[in-house]
């Protein structure tokens, strides 16, 4: 069994990815080819944005957005620290300070309560990120940021495909950024992501700051980065799009069946407090794409052990807090984090993918029931 699994979905496009590559290969346009703006079309009219800007990954992605928004040293930007690294190591790398601030206990994602109070006179930002492919409170989160007169940069490296409200991922913020590594939930075959916006300046920004902040050739009104998507995985992407509609559906069913499963045999949801296993929850108006499918269990070594001799591989997203690196030590904390400790503790990650099949769920779900001794408690 394989923790996600790419040749499946493959197997259904081979015919229009090898069409599209050998297309690519016959033009010669390797940097920017045609592909390149066909695809920004197509993503801006799925996500519901006046501009998508290809990119070169979701980390460049969220690099691109900080500058377009003349982001730098001395700033703080206010983020969770329960993410993958590329959220906190962006801002730091603009010489930004990341302040974390924790999470809610239920969804994973940043507590919109904690915000406020970390807002000082240096914060040029608030950077949400849509864990596991569930959006934060954006609702709240926009709020206080228009108090603020700040914007919001929403990491949606995991919720590609997302909705929130009736509304895509990507469509809530001033940017959204995505990752399109290949086994996120719009995957290409290498490395590339996009920024979306409503704002044209940020989007000529971010256009510049791509090809190296040049905006006519061999002018460079700013500094940029060799950050452009590449022609060949905009290609890829190109074939992948008429899926991925059904692959949505088919994540959000088979996410649902996870829990019932799961519920079935006595784990009960995250909202619900404290259990062997717990189920994750989707807040109410939100449609997770489950980029990652993950419980809370009482013993991971051991549940995760068990499975592994069983042959279901499982991961862990993520064992350490941002906050708790050691690139961000000594620590800058200003604040405490203890959800984001205690839930780092307890998190596993099970097989996710649109193919998965029923009888693959039904042995994964019997493995963790017994491994974790739903039942026996
Ligand atoms: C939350 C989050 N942010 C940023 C990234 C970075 O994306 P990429 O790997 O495309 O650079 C990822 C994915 O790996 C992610 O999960």
Do not use: W
């Not at 991961?315 to 839930?343: I, K, M």
Request: hydrophobic share 40%; with cysteine; charged share 20%.
């Amino acid at each position: 069994m394989q923790f996600i699994d790419l040749k499946s979905q493959y197997r259904l496009i081979e015919d229009d990815v090898k069409a599209r590559i050998h297309a690519v290969l016959e033009h010669g346009q390797y940097i920017m080819g045609p592909e390149v703006e066909a695809l920004e079309i197509a993503l801006a009219d799925f996500v519901g944005t006046r501009h998508c800007i290809g990119l070169s990954s979701g980390t460049d992605a969220l690099l691109a957005a900080m500058m377009a928004l003349e982001i730098g040293r001395g700033d703080e930007v206010i983020t969770t620290p329960f993410t993958f690294i590329a959220t906190g190591e962006m801002i730091a790398l603009l010489g930004v300070r990341p302040i974390f601030v924790d999470i809610d206990p239920v969804t994973y994602n940043i507590d919109p309560a904690h915000i406020e109070e970390a807002i000082t006179g240096r914060t040029r930002a608030i950077m949400p990120v849509s864990l596991y492919g569930q959006c934060a409170n954006m609702d709240a989160i926009r709020e206080i940021a228009d108090r603020h007169r700040l914007p919001v940069i929403e990491d949606a490296a995991q919720s590609f495909g997302a909705t929130y409200k009736g509304r895509r991922s990507c469509a809530l913020s001033t940017i959204g950024c995505t990752s399109f590594f290949p086994s996120k939930p719009l995957g290409a075959y290498g490395d590339a992501g996009a920024c979306f916006t409503d704002d044209d300046e940020v989007a000529k920004r971010l256009r510049e700051i791509r090809n190296h902040g040049q905006d006519r050739r061999y002018h460079h009104p700013r500094l940029g980065l060799n950050a452009r998507i590449d022609t060949l995985q905009a290609a890829v992407l190109l074939a992948k799009l008429p899926l991925f509609p059904n692959e949505v559906a088919a994540r959000i069913r088979i996410g649902a069946r996870y829990s019932d499963l799961l519920q079935d045999r006595g784990a009960v949801s995250s909202a619900s407090g404290d259990g062997a296993v717990l189920t994750p929850f989707v807040a109410p108006g939100n449609e997770s794409v489950f980029a990652q499918y993950t419980i809370q269990v009482d013993d991971r070594d051991r549940v995760s052990a068990a499975l592994a001799a069983d042959g279901i591989p499982t991961a862990v997203h993520y064992p350490v807090p941002l906050n708790d690196q050691p690139v961000f030590q000594p620590s800058l904390e200003r604040f405490g984090t203890p959800v984001s400790a205690r839930v780092a503790q307890r998190v596993m990650s099970l097989p996710m993918h649109p193919y998965l099949s029923d009888e693959d769920q039904v042995r994964i779900v019997d493995a963790v029931a017994e491994a974790a001794g739903l039942g026996t408690r």
